[in-house]
């Protein structure tokens, strides 16, 4: 009969677990999960380390399926009223952050990293630390909030730099960097970031490939479109990227502007049609309503379609998805002398921007 195990050794090797996710050892953090699992089965009870064994479990499995088509369920750890531990109510707080921006719940992510904030200064590990900034920033990021964005990047970047392990991930920050200097109309910054980190990105072909699709969606923003549609493709070639759920976006990306350029080309419509089934089988519902949008613009001339699909991403709170997609239709208009179409999507990109803006929590 095996022996029992005491809650603080299993807990030890619980936080070994843990710092090989936050340090993207992939290999090693499967490895470790292992080792955890077959010391709870012998552990003696304790709820304190199986609460905190459920919350790096699921941080484990947003590291290894991080594209998963279906979503992950949060679980349902009432620790965070009744812990006395601090630190294990930050990592609640940290991972419910986690789920809900998984989840597509970009302003609740934001929520509860705020929380989570008030109690960083119980995290002993830098590197923790900088994965905490990292997240706090994507989230920011995705609710079009570009000044706490950068702040908490540079915060995660000060950290990250110095651990030459960590050079991906330092890659990673600089596509989101370039990526909101291309959302400010910076196009030269955009430039030199995401330029200076494509050069060093060839071990990395995941990375790679993140670069490419936000260099072409920089081309996409400067209308320039040919090169758009060349990095895109570029994107595609990579094995890694054509294979996953961010590579569905990025073909959803590239047949988005052949119907800019190419509207009436019935290619274009079948490819858009396929990409639609393919999303859908994914349970990608931005890019559902991307889709049915592009449909209703570029196919069908389907103001309905389109409002219908604008109102869905602003259900879902997309307040930026819907306001970056309002203007897209809005240029389409205003080039075919549809002033008065024109003009009812203007007023509802700038509805879905003050939105976007109102986040909902407090940031001093």
Known sequence: MSSTVAAPEVGAKIVEWYSCIISYDREQAILSKHEVNQLMNRMVPDEKVKSYYELVNFRHQLFIEPNASEQKQFAAIAIADKATDEYMQFMYYFMYGQN??????????VRSYKIAERLLEQVPDQIEKAEFYYRSAI???????YIF???????????????P???????NIHIFLGGISTELHKFEEAEDLLQHAFRRSKPYPVT??????????????????????????????????????VGA?????????????????????????????????????????????????????????????L???????????????????????????????????????????????CIGVEQT
């Not at 392990?165 to 890659?171: A, C, N, P, Q, Y």
């Not at 490939?209 to 595609?236: P, T």
């Not at 959803?252 to 999303?279: G, Q």
């Not at 879902?316 to 549809?338: C, I």
């Open 149 to 163: 964005a950068v702040s908490y990047f540079e915060q995660a970047l000060e950290i990250f730099e110095k651990k």
């Open 249 to 309: 976006k990025t073909e959803y990306n590239l047949i988005n502007v052949k119907l800019r350029k190419e509207p009436n080309k019935k290619e274009n419509h079948d490819i858009l049609n396929t990409i639609s089934h393919k999303v859908q089988s994914l349970h990608m519902t931005e890019y559902v309503i991307r889709c049915k949008v592009s449909l209703g613009l570029y196919v069908l001339n389907d103001t309905e379609m389109i409002n219908e699909g």
């Open 165 to 171: 392990d960590h050079e991906e991930i330092v890659l």
């Open 100 to 109: 809900e921006f998984h989840n597509g719940r970009y302003k609740s992510a």
């Open 311 to 357: 109102e869905a991403l602003q259900q879902a709170e997309l307040y930026f998805e819907a306001s970056e997609l309002a203007e897209e239709v809005v240029d389409v208009y205003s080039k075919l002398g549809e002033f008065e179409k024109a003009l009812h999507f203007m007023r509802m990109a700038h509805r879905m921007r003050i939105h976007q803006s």
């Open 139 to 145: 989230s920011y990021y995705r609710v079009d909030q």
């Open 208 to 245: 790679r490939a993140l670069l490419l699709r936000i260099l072409g969606l920089n081309r996409v923003k400067q209308n320039r479109q040919d090169e758009a549609i060349q990095y895109f493709e570029e994107a595609l070639l990579i094995k890694e990227h054509r294979d996953s759920v």
